[in-house]
C-alpha cells in the first residue's frame, strides 16, 4: 500500500516538474538516499534531477551541506533546524528549483523519551518558500520498523513536495 502510494506522488511530482521545466535535489540522512533512488526510477527524471547528497554523518552535514554548528549543538543532528539548513545547503550545492532535506531516527537504536525511533524531520523548500515537519511516525503508525520509517518518510516528504509545487 505504501509503495504504490509512492509511486503515484513520485510520478506525479516528476511529470509536473519536468512539465514546468523545474529541478530538485535532496540531502538525506536516515532515508540513506530512499529518495533519490524513488525519483531516479521515474523514466525521463534526469530531466529534473541533478543529484542528491546521502549526508548521514554530521561531517557531511556540516562540510558539505552547510549546517552550523551551533545549529547541531543547539538543537542536535535530529531537528527542524537541521532539515531545514539541509534543505537550504542542497538548494544552493545544486543550484536547482527545490530540495528536500531530511533528518530523523530510523532505529531500531538511537531513539531517546524525547525523540524515540519514528520522529523525523522534513524540509522542502521550493526558491524562497519552505515547509518543515516534525514527522511523529511512531504516533501515527503501528509495528515500524526501520524499513517502514523509510517508505512512510519517502512519502510524506514527496507529498510535502506536491502541497508546496501547489500539484
Do not use: W
Not at 56 to 65: A, G, W
Not at 126 to 143: F, G, M, S, T
Amino acid at each position: 500500500m505504501v509503495t504504490e502510494s509512492i509511486d503515484i506522488v513520485t510520478k506525479s511530482v516528476v511529470k509536473y516538474m519536468l512539465k514546468s521545466g523545474l529541478t530538485m535535489c535532496t540531502a538525506e540522512s536516515c532515508t540513506g538516499g530512499m529518495l533519490a533512488q524513488t525519483i531516479t526510477s521515474v523514466a525521463g527524471a534526469s530531466g529534473m534531477f541533478p543529484g542528491g547528497i546521502c549526508s548521514y554523518s554530521e561531517r557531511i552535514k556540516k562540510d558539505v551541506l552547510g549546517v552550523s554548528e551551533k545549529t547541531l549543538k543547539e538543537y542536535s543532528v535530529y531537528s527542524m533546524q537541521t532539515a531545514s539548513e539541509m534543505s537550504a545547503g542542497a538548494l544552493k550545492l545544486f543550484g536547482t528549483d527545490a530540495a528536500v532535506g531530511i533528518t530523523g531516527i530510523a532505529g531500531p537504536d538511537g531513539g531517546t523519551e524525547d525523540k524515540p525511533v519514528g520522529t523525523v524531520y522534513v524540509s522542502v523548500r521550493y526558491h524562497k518558500k519552505e515547509i518543515v515537519r516534525e514527522l511523529r511516525l511512531y504516533e501515527e503508525y503501528e509495528n515500524l520498523t526501520r524499513e517502514k520509517i523509510r517508505l512512510l518518510t519517502t512519502l510524506k516528504a514527496l507529498e510535502m513536495t506536491a502541497e508546496l509545487l501547489e500539484i
